[in-house]
């Protein structure tokens, strides 16, 4: 168990790579749609792992993520408490096992406002200077 | 065909889109159907015997596998899919395809669903993702826990789920699973394999399985815990011939197999914080059956359980480590059959310890080089990874191996 000891303590003094994006740096969007204007952090984690497929005020909704990005790993990490290599590893284990699919995601902030913007239900994320005509703002309380 | 170029025709067709970046989804009726697929291949290399019925004494390459899926949500409640898996590892498996999984699923609530067909079957952490390969950190999962050799075994039942996540307020979440159905092991799996030293040719091996498995997500960020509980019925038919173990005449005669009790309980925690996650399992493992037709009856007592570390050093590079243990007691009324009373005994025990780099080259194509430093080799009266048909010259009571494995999945 020695050996086991000492790999724990190595990666406890590694450091953990800095998020350069804040939570208040990000935008939260949905199609106009969605009933609710503010959605509970649980309720937020809840539709972008899957476990949840509607809001508290039953609105329907379906998450849509940036590839990569600032914006992406700094929301990834902040709402939903994974990086982003396993939030990818999160979904494949739906995928793979028959027990959901794949989210839409999309390269850009214009990419994401314009697909929420014209589909029903959808809800994503963008920076907080990215254009956010067309959708509604969603805020996480 | 051979088995080189079968391995090489299986990973272009399921790398290809993966080294391509390529995203396999289109559109029928407006809905989107989605395709996914992976391949993998392993070499395996140990410096006394062979392992998981490879010939890993003298380097082995025949560990691969390979499987694609396709899914479609029908409604935004009501989804189905279907998942197509073969694989070939050592003596088992025997490039033998097989439905992997095939699923309706309807979603009344988040809190309540029903899928119906070919479920992979929740138990423990990674039961039902053993065999995805570019999930896990790991080359090899702790075998103690997920045996290779006996994958079908727990993989998937044929039957029902009920499913569902319940918010408690400030205390995290919930999430329980129940189902019951057939289990329906391979003919090409560890157990049907270990039985023909004995002169016993399975055709038939399944039953009777129902569990239920329940899950805490703590309000503590990242860390979850829960338990796992399993009963079976199994009964099996074959062939026997009894000169073989016996000393009775050269002849085959009907063979059965059938349930006395058959019980797994599991429990386990996770805890996730920034790169860094533990893992660790515990399962006890109760089976008492009948064999030899009814004449004989072994009770077997399996215990296991690992500890397990991972850190993600950077976006291409993560380090694991695990200890693994295996214990199994087993009491038979077949003559001539004994265990060690001492459980220190190579023949009782199999303890692994493991550290393995693994490189994700892409976001679609990792490679893992593992090493494994095992301490006994559990006997044979149960599926351990280590076969006497395999190691003729008797088995050492330590193993050391390398494995390098790479995968490809989209």
Redesign the interface.
Known sequence: ?R??QH??IA??L?S??AVSVRAADIKLIANSSVGASSVSA?ELK?VFLA????LSDGS?V?PVLLKSGATHEAFVKQYL???D??L??YY??L?????G??PKSVATDAEMAAYVAKTK?AIGYVSSGANTEGVKLIDVK | MNATTTRIGLMLVCALPGLLHAQFDFTIDGRQVQVHSFVTQGFAYSDDNNYLTMKTSQGSFAMTDAAVNVSVPITDKFRVGAQVYVNNLGNLGAWHPSLDWAVADYKFKDWFGIRGGKVKTVLGLYNDTQDLEFLHTFALLPQSMYPSDMRSSTIAHTGGDIYGEIPIKHLGSLSYTAYAGQRKDSEYGGYPYLLTQFGISMEDYGGLVVGQDLRWKTPLNGFLVGASHMDENITATGKLNPSITLGGPNIIVPYGEWSNKDQTNQVYGQYTVGNLRLDSEYRRYWRDQQIFSGQYEITTDVRSWYVAAAYRVSKRLEFGTYYSRFVDNWISTVPGQVESPNQSAPDHHLYDKVVTARFDLTKFWNVKVEGHFMDGWAGTMYPDGFYPQDNPQGIQPKTNMLLIRTGFNF
């Open positions: 168990m050996y086991l790999f724990l990666a406890a590694c953990l790579s649980d809840g476990t949840k497929t509607s329907r379906e408490g994974k990086t290599a396993a990818e590893t494949r284990s995928v793979f096992t028959g027990k699919s794949m239900g």
